[in-house]
T-cell receptor
Framework: EAGVAQSPRYKIIEKRQSVAFWCNPI?????LYWYQQILGQGPKLLIQ????????DSQLPKDRFSAERLKGVDSTLKIQPAKLEDSAVYLC??????????????FGSGTQLSVL | GDSVTQMEGPVTLSEEAFLTINCTYT??????LFWYVQYPGEGLQLLLK???ADDKGSNKGFEATYRKETTSFHLEKGSVQVSDSAVYFC??????????WGAGTKLIIKP
């Protein structure tokens, strides 16, 4: 079974530039999550989708971050414009279970973003 | 609100040493508790879990017991290997709420 795919693996941009990350979840997984992991901290949930609807985006900085999941499959997370404090690893995860059942959560390898 | 506190790393051990990574939590009610592991260059993956008091989760030689009286979920392994080198995250979840993560503990095993 293929895992959660993310790209790019690394991205370096200057502040005020835009960047986009892509995630392809495991086939058939209805729930998709985007997390931000700052060095030395645990992951922070940015947004959760159930199929192509948003379940929770309460911690997404909506003035600069946006995410979509068209057709309920792959997803894109965008930052525009980027700030220095956005430097982090952006993790995508997917689950076939109800949102509360976290033992079925599968993570991608992440995109490491450096904002200079 | 709910929170998870892990011991700071890095933790450096020699191969075959005994491992303990401390994890304590603050939560109302009865959360489920998890240990996730992140190997170099790979995604996070579930290592073990416990869903109620006195449950013991185990996997790959690792164990952790849900201790409600001390609000702890310490990770242990009797004899570590170089391949265990990774970052370990303790986490909790309440029903219908999101995962609450610890900051992670980096483990380095020297041959």
């Amino acid at each position: 079974e293929a895992g959660v795919a993310q790209s790019p693996r690394y991205k370096i941009i200057e502040k005020r530039q835009s960047v986009a990350f892509w995630c392809n979840p495991i086939s058939g997984h209805a729930t998709l999550y985007w997390y931000q992991q700052i060095l030395g901290q645990g992951p922070k949930l940015l947004i959760q989708f159930q199929n192509n609807g948003v379940v929770d985006d309460s911690q997404l900085p909506k003035d600069r971050f946006s995410a979509e999941r068209l057709k309920g499959v792959d997803s894109t997370l965008k930052i525009q414009p980027a700030k220095l404090e956005d430097s982090a690893v952006y993790l995508c995860a997917s689950s076939s279970s109800r949102p509360a059942v976290y033992e079925k959560l599968f993570f991608g390898s992440g995109t490491q973003l450096s904002v200079l | 609100g709910d929170s998870v506190t892990q011991m700071e790393g890095p933790v450096t051990l020699s191969e075959e040493a005994f491992l303990t990574i401390n994890c304590t939590y603050t939560a109302t009610g009865y959360p489920s508790l998890f240990w996730y592991v992140q190997y170099p260059g790979e995604g996070l993956q579930l290592l073990l879990k416990a869903t109620k008091a006195d449950d013991k989760g185990s996997n790959k030689g690792f164990e952790a017991t849900y201790r409600k009286e001390t609000t702890s979920f310490h990770l242990e392994k009797g004899s570590v290997q170089v391949s265990d080198s990774a970052v370990y995250f303790c986490a909790l979840v309440q029903v219908n709420y999101q995962l609450i993560w610890g900051a992670g503990t980096k483990l380095i095993i020297k041959p």
